[in-house]
């Protein structure tokens, strides 16, 4: 099976579940909200498998991070949590600018 996902240019929901290694379920959940490119035609699950690649090679952590932070937005510990964070790297979060 690995041969023929390695040779086809379009996935089936099934077949980028084995590629990607996950749930069937997880991967329609990622591609309604828009994070795994895909396209439904009628009741099926396409997915360009270039773009899978392209979309793995490119998935950006930062992204991640600004999801999580939106979802901490509310909280009143956010503050103290994030300059421990730099404290505990022993930098500053922004770099001062140099004046010549």
Request: hydrophobic content about 40%.
């Amino acid at each position: 099976m690995n041969e023929f996902l390695a040779s086809v240019n379009v996935l089936t929901l099934k077949e980028l579940s084995m590629y990607l290694r996950l749930p069937e379920e997880k991967i329609e959940k990622e591609v309604v909200q828009g994070r795994i490119p895909g396209r439904r035609i009628e009741k099926d699950w396409r997915f360009l498998k270039r773009a899978i690649d392209d979309w793995l090679r490119s998935h950006d952590s930062r992204i991640i991070l600004l999801h999580q932070a939106g979802v901490l937005s509310d909280d009143d510990t956010l503050e103290e949590l994030r300059s421990n964070i730099y404290l505990d790297r022993g930098r500053a979060e922004f770099e001062q600018e140099k004046t010549a």
